[in-house]
């Protein structure tokens, strides 16, 4: 008796073991680019290439993230990147919230049919919009502006459909009685629903400003004098010009680059898990 239920504990534990096993090395696997990077940001060049290679950079050189900086005017970069990634994280937020918010409590004529529409829009390849919008900033004189980078991102159907699902599990109850009490539809929605989506803006914000920060082909497609540029860009800049061979100095400036986004994931990580869970269960 004890062999027959000692057994299947024992594959159990196992089991476990080999899982835990299994994401260590994945974990790992995954962050041995960013670990590499980083600790080469810190090298001479001639470390940055000895083969065999070597791990620790002896003596530590700073020099290089001050030769990254200065190289190209990273301090606009960075602002406009910032400008591009909070704006843009801060609008999408609105709009996804109050979309959300019509789409969960709601009822009018050709509501899911806007639905079906929005999940659909999410099949379609960013390379296909690319340049229809970009003729369309054309037109209006916008490219190369900071609302011709940053208006266009705004409505993300990915953001309505996930805050249609949260706000679906949210008690229609609370906004009758906000109702019965006088509450504005406005009010409502600033002091029922918002402060009950925490999990859920949180989660969306790390996906808007990541996204954002981290966008490539949209800001070099759309800005086009050096003043105008985002961190991305720079960085390509600096990998083409003549110190392309330059690995140091390149890690260093990966490294100045990925660093808010990093602090923004580091930030609200808790939240991301349960933003998910929460609107794939609790908004069927």
Known sequence: MTSTVSRPRKFETTGKATIYLALTLLAVGTLFPFIWALGTSFKTEKQAIAMPPQWIPDPIRLQNYIDAWNMFPFGRFYYNTLLFAVLGMLGSIALSSLAGYALAKYQFRGQYAILIFIIATMMIPYWVNLVPVYTILAKLGWLDTYHGLIIPRLARPFGIFLMRQ????????YIDAARI???????????????????????????????????????????????????????????????????????????????????VFLAFQRYLTQGITLSGLKGQ
Not at 166 to 173: A, L
């Open 166 to 173: 949260y706000i679906r599990s949210i008690p229609s109850d």
């Open 181 to 263: 009490d006088g509450a504005s539809e406005f009010g409502i929605f600033w002091r029922i629903i918002l402060p009950q989506c925490t999990p859920v803006l949180a989660t969306l914000a790390i996906f808007f400003f990541v996204e954002d920060w981290n966008s490539f082909m949209w800001p070099l497609v759309v800005t086009n004098s050096l003043e105008m540029r985002t961190v991305t860009v720079g960085l390509a800049l600096l990998s083409g010009s003549p110190h392309r061979t330059e690995y140091a100095l390149q890690m260093a400036a990966a490294t100045i680059g990925a660093l808010p986004a990093i602090a």
